[in-house]
């Protein structure tokens, strides 16, 4: 098999502490009306104002104005986390139960770390996207989760696809992507022998013994057949290109880790069924072309006859309001 894996990025806006700042503050003022709660100040108007001037600072590029307005959009959603939870924990425990979610993603919205420090909030409805830096000039970083796809040697046909949660490092993926193969491979009674990969996934050998690794690190136990077949791994990358482009992995509209995972295999069994119609056509092309045209000259008879009976009876309609 081949194995690699790619982004599926979630259908978000492109997260800025501004907007995520400000969709907080809406949140957690709308949760505090639910609940009962009144607030001593919303900062609707400010914050409003504070999120306009943020976008035109940043268009400008004038960052160190745009920092001021978001060290203020920090203080008003903490002055906000703080005053809910004072008025919350004193009537009842219950109530700061319901919206403890909302307060842990707040406190996560006001987080100044990094993309390594893992406790960013880059989504409000998708709190599950992350920040993954894939090199790319065009597109330095994608927000949305893993997939890990593994597909034939020979063929391109795929046999596994799985969406991991977080980012984690694609030599620790190797063995679930493994697993799902095996399973959905099983009614053939065929298991993964040899798996060719990139560079991410060394140092996994014995993670997965009954498996051989083959990568281009390897170059001292490399024979002249791996080294011809490593090639082979080039041809991986256009699937994930298609995938991408004809079948809708580029974007993830389904909700939750599930949903990230439904579709990924719905992907993947599309890229499939493509792929079918493919290779029929090409083993069995003249019985295709003879089906198909005994096909379209059965519906062109049976429209034909539809018209000329419609024809014959209108006919004698005619014929029998003459007569009258």
């Known amino acids: 098999m081949i194995v690699d894996t790619t982004v599926q990025e979630r259908a978000i806006a492109h997260p800025t502490d501004s907007k995520l700042l400000e969709t907080a503050r809406l949140k957690r003022v709308d ?5 009962g709660v009144t607030l001593k100040q919303t900062y609707k108007s ?13 268009h400008a590029r004038q960052f160190r104005r745009m920092r001021r307005v978001i060290r203020r959009q920090r203080t008003i959603v903490g002055r906000l986390l703080r005053e809910i939870q004072r008025k919350v924990t004193k009537p009842t425990w219950a109530l700061e139960a319901v919206h403890a979610k909302t307060i842990t993603l707040l406190e996560q919205t006001q987080s100044r770390k ?8 880059y989504s409000w409805h998708a709190p599950q996207a992350e920040c993954i830096n894939k090199g790319k000039s065009k597109r330095p970083y994608e927000f949305g989760g893993k997939v890990g796809i593994a597909s034939t040697f020979r063929g ?6 799985r969406a991991f949660a977080g980012n984690p490092y694609d030599g ?3 063995w679930e992507q493994l697993d799902q193969a095996s399973v959905l491979m099983q009614d053939t009674g065929v298991k993964p022998t040899e798996v060719t990969v990139d560079l991410g996934y060394r140092g996994v050998d014995g993670q997965n013994p009954s498996v051989r690794i083959r990568h281009r690190g390897k170059k001292c136990r490399l024979t002249e057949k ?12 256009p699937i994930i290109g298609h995938l991408k482009a004809d079948h809708r992995m580029d974007r993830c509209h389904l909700k939750g880790e599930m949903g990230d995972r439904i579709h990924a295999v719905l992907c993947a069994a599309g890229y ?5 119609m493919r290779n029929l056509a090409k083993k069995h092309r003249k019985a295709f072309l003879a089906l198909l045209q005994r096909t379209v000259y059965a519906a062109r008879s049976a429209k034909s006859g539809l018209i000329d009976m419609v024809l014959r009876t209108g ?8 007569a009258g």
């Open 31 to 35: 949760a505090s009306r639910e609940a």
């Open 46 to 58: 400010e914050g409003r104002e504070l999120s306009y001037r943020a976008v035109r600072y940043a």
């Open 114 to 121: 990094n993309i390594s420090g893992g406790s960013k909030l």
């Open 156 to 161: 391109n046909l795929i046999v596994g696809a």
């Open 172 to 174: 620790h993926t190797l």
């Open 226 to 237: 791996d080294v011809r077949e490593l090639k082979r791994r080039q041809a991986f990358e």
């Open 272 to 276: 499939n069924l493509r792929w079918l």
């Open 315 to 322: 006919r004698l309609k005619s014929a029998t309001l003459v």
